[in-house]
T-cell receptor, first 113, second 111 residues
Framework: NAGVTQTPKFRILKIGQSMTLQCTQD?????MYWYRQDPGMGLKLIYY???????DKGEVPNGYNVSRSTTEDFPLRLELAAPSQTSVYFC????????????FGEGSWLTVV | RKEVEQDPGPFNVPEGATVAFNCTYS??????FFWYRQDCRKEPKLLMSVYSSGNEDGRFTAQLNRASQYISLLIRDSKLSDSATYLC????????????FGSGTQLTVLP
């Protein structure tokens, strides 16, 4: 059972570079999320989507973009990477409302130098 | 005041001990509550939901106190494998934006 798969697992970026974190889920969940987790902090919502073609900002969207062209995929784009974006990024999905169990990917460790 | 607050710990307890964590929330309109477990350098995973009447799952008991706006997690007969960070999650409405994670309480069970 694949669940939520995100790539890459580790990446080092230089300041100003751009990259895309890939996320795909095979559970036919309509809700998908991107969170970042800084050391000793809770998860902060970057963007979320309630279905294909629909995305919305979370708590910390600046410096990021997302798209949701299919139910399965929810890539996160970092434009002009900054050291403040050094973090662990988790993609997640849930069936219907967020009151249901949220399933997380294994995380992507990103360092911006 | 943070929306969701947890004692970061660490809580270091011997095997077999009983340990309890609290999580306070600021929004009195909060509707749903959960405990997630996160192992070191791993993704969070649902441990249990928290129901108004309290609920139990094996050695784990979750309680909700709406009047004082906190939820609790009690772990009995602690095992080494219980060592992890425990995150409380509070949902204020049906919107994904209103789902808030606490920063977590770190538990280490010692042999």
């Amino acid at each position: 059972n694949a669940g939520v798969t995100q790539t890459p697992k580790f990446r080092i970026l230089k300041i100003g570079q751009s990259m895309t974190l890939q996320c795909t889920q095979d559970m036919n969940h309509n809700y998908m999320y991107w969170y970042r987790q800084d050391p000793g902090m809770g998860l902060k919502l970057i963007y979320y989507s309630v279905g294909a073609g629909i995305t919305d900002k979370g708590e910390v969207p600046n410096g990021y973009n997302v798209s949701r062209s299919t139910t399965e995929d929810f890539p996160l784009r970092l434009e002009l990477a900054a050291p403040s974006q050094t973090s662990v990024y988790f993609c997640a999905s849930s069936y219907s409302s967020p009151g249901n169990t949220i399933y997380f990917g294994e995380g992507s460790w990103l360092t911006v130098v | 005041r943070k929306e969701v607050e947890q004692d970061p710990g660490p809580f270091n307890v011997p095997e077999g001990a009983t340990v309890a964590f609290n999580c306070t929330y600021s929004n009195s309109a909060s509707q749903s509550f959960f405990w997630y477990r996160q192992d070191c350098r791993k993704e969070p995973k649902l441990l249990m939901s928290v129901y108004s009447s309290g609920n139990e799952d094996g050695r784990f008991t979750a309680q909700l106190n709406r009047a004082s706006q906190y939820i609790s997690l009690l772990i009995r007969d602690s095992k080494l494998s219980d060592s992890a960070t425990y995150l409380c999650v509070v949902i204020s409405s049906g919107s994904a934006r209103q789902l808030t994670f606490g920063s977590g309480t770190q538990l280490t069970v010692l042999p």
